[in-house]
């Protein structure tokens, strides 16, 4: 069994700096990891693409919402990935989930449970 774990999320101002992280880990199994992606999902709004890094070759793409101001990267010894984010603005406020795609073409997928980003002075 494949566990993806969020963590880093909290109260920031505006203007500030937050870092999540997502980590993939399983017991007793191998995996190959494809890609992972960030989502977002704001109250009373649909989740949304925020960024996304692949494995081989490393990569990325962003939301336009979001370009120049986050940074995904990766630690691969770790199964870890990385969402700096920079420059927060009040619309930046939802619950930051990581979704993992495993496998050769990604088709097994996996999500974390949320980390809770609120932007607010």
């Known amino acids: 069994q494949v566990q993806v774990v969020e963590s880093g999320g909290g109260l920031v101002q505006p203007g500030g700096s937050l870092k999540l992280s997502c980590t993939c880990a399983a017991s007793g199994s191998i995996f190959s990891i494809y890609a992972i992606n960030w989502y977002r999902q704001a109250p009373g709004k649909e989740r949304e693409f925020v960024a996304a890094?692949?494995?081989?070759?490393?990569?990325?793409n962003y939301a336009d919402s979001v370009k120049g101001r986050f940074t995904i990267s990766r630690v691969n010894a770790n199964n870890t990935v990385y969402l700096q984010m920079d420059s927060l603005k009040s619309e930046d406020t939802a619950v930051y989930y990581c979704?993992?795609?495993?496998?050769?073409?990604?088709?097994?997928?996996?999500w974390g449970q949320g980390t809770q980003v609120t932007v607010s002075s």
């Open positions: 890094i692949r494995w081989n070759g490393g990569s990325i």
């Open positions: 979704r993992a795609r495993l496998g050769t073409y990604g088709l097994s997928q996996y």
